[in-house]
């Protein structure tokens, strides 16, 4: 008996090594389920890890405007493009991300894809354009819209919006660019309509449409020469040029028949009617053609709330016709109080030493909005955000097509119009891009559809955090 029970307790036994098993089976740290939650956990790090530095690639190459495909993308060859390049450069220089990824990843989710790719870009353009949404919130905004042809001849429409932040600050935003089939009204119309379905946008809300820019000169014709005048020969005298004489008498220009005659006018004829009165006529006549007689109205009766020399240009009764311009914006108890919110406001802000420095109407409504003024009198602040919104130019959707030229190329004529987009929006954008963290973009790819991998939470590995936040620095 003695022999049979050390036979049993003896370290090379089997019936001991049976009992370490069993004992080792009870463990729950050693279960089959907690070793494969283990296994299935360095998967998802894994995933995380080699989708974050797709994304960091992504992200470099969308805000230089680069290419992302090469001609040769095999194996074999010497250059495969910009994105597989960079991928290959990037992983080279950080351990964590060669383990994961090229030999070490299952050759089905590699993520470098030119799918994955575009939905990166993808995820990447509609989180800003997310954001541009929310921050337009429920206020008013106007759309500037204009039209050119890219490098492939399709004709493109570019939309900017133009509101009013909730810092008082006039912002213009790149929304999208959208290929149309023709620029006739009705299809540029329908194009619009599809594009503010598609983001949520309110036409309630629109307040203005542009396709070209002047500036409001209809009363520069009276009283803008003897400004102008007086600069030009201030500068003259500050540089030690010397200042022409208005009188004197010079040869007509431009029609040899009388000059031949020896006919003369005077500086101040050549000067003022020839070039300052001519040019605004020029701007005149282009206001009337892209300006609506509201917009022109509204802009003559919004100069009435100019703070320069402290408000001198007030008037009520030119303010209150604005609620007649606008009466989805005023009701009628609305404009009973208008009135007497206009003259509390004047007198308020006339003796505010805050706004004694503020020169015009953007700086106003910053103020306004500083001080708490803007909900102390939110009707007074409604008429300035009218004005505001007005688009005046189209310098912004110029700037869309010269990035357009930049991003699609002679060599890059075969882009995708969503491709395009999403590059734009990125590009022109670079400043909100920026603020966006790496973890928002991947959990609206991830939403985007149904991919071969779950992205797992943070808490998962803080290694990750390292390749999250590379590109922001």
């Not at 493109?156 to 935003?173: A, F, P, S, T």
């Not at 030009?232 to 009388?258: K, Q």
């Not at 009617?273 to 009766?301: A, G, H, K, P």
């Not at 097509?401 to 670079?430: H, P, Q």
Request: aromatic residues 8%; proline residues 2%.
């Amino acid at each position: 008996m003695e022999r049979f029970n050390e036979h049993i307790g003896a370290v090379n036994s089997c019936h001991n090594d049976a009992r370490i098993q069993f004992e080792s089976f009870q463990d729950q740290r050693h279960s089959v389920s907690n070793v494969l939650r283990s296994c299935g956990r360095e998967i998802d790090i894994a995933y995380r890890t080699r989708l974050t530095a797709a994304l960091d690639v992504t992200r470099f190459l969308l805000k230089q405007g680069l290419a992302f495909r090469g001609n040769d993308e095999s194996t074999s060859s010497s250059n495969r493009g910009n994105f597989l390049e960079l991928f290959e450069w990037y992983s080279q220089r950080n351990t964590e991300i060669f383990e994961v990824v090229n030999q070490n990843a299952l050759a089905n989710n590699q993520l470098t894809s030119p799918m994955i790719q575009k939905d990166l870009a993808h995820a990447c353009a509609s989180e800003i354009t997310s954001v541009i949404i929310n921050d337009i919130g429920d206020n008013y905004f106007s759309l500037i819209v204009d039209e050119s042809r890219d490098s492939s001849v399709k004709e493109q429409m570019g939309v900017v919006l133009r509101y009013v932040n909730k810092e008082g600050r006039v912002i213009e935003r790149f929304l999208a660019i959208v290929h149309v089939s023709d620029t006739t009204s009705l299809c540029l119309k329908d194009a619009i309509d599809s594009l503010f379905a598609q983001h949520g946008l309110s036409l309630s809300k629109l307040r203005g449409q542009g396709y070209d820019g002047a500036s409001n000169m209809r009363d520069f014709r009276e009283e803008g020469w003897q400004i102008i005048l007086d600069e030009v020969n201030n500068f003259c005298e500050l540089n030690m040029i010397p200042v022409i004489d208005m009188e004197d008498s010079i040869a007509i220009r431009g029609n040899a028949r009388r000059s031949r005659r020896g006919q003369t006018i005077t500086n101040f004829h050549h000067y003022r009617v020839e070039i300052f009165c001519e040019v605004v006529d020029l701007i005149i006549q282009e206001m009337n053609n892209r300006f609506s007689e509201v917009s022109t109205e509204l802009l003559s009766c919004i100069a009435c709330l100019d703070p320069k020399s402290s408000f001198s240009q007030f008037n009520v009764q030119k303010l209150l016709r604005l609620a007649d311009l606008y009466p989805e914006d005023f009701s009628s108890n609305d404009y009973l109080y208008l009135e007497s919110q206009l003259r509390n406001y004047i007198y308020n802000v006339q003796r505010d030493p805050q706004f004694s420095e503020v020169g015009d109407l953007g700086s106003l409504a910053q103020q306004m909005v500083k001080t708490g003024k803007n909900t102390v009198f939110p009707l007074v602040y409604r008429l300035i955000q009218l004005a505001l919104v007005l688009p005046v130019a189209t310098a912004s959707v110029e700037r869309v097509f010269s990035a357009m030229n930049i991003v699609k190329t002679d060599l890059r004529n075969k882009m995708g119009d969503e491709w395009m987009n999403d590059c734009l929006v990125v590009y022109i954008e670079k400043d909100i891009f920026a603020t966006i963290e790496n973890e928002q973009i991947l959990q609206r790819f991830q939403r985007m559809k149904t991919r071969r991998m779950q992205l797992p939470p943070l808490r998962y590995s803080s290694a990750t955090t390292t390749t999250t936040s590379s590109v922001n620095q």
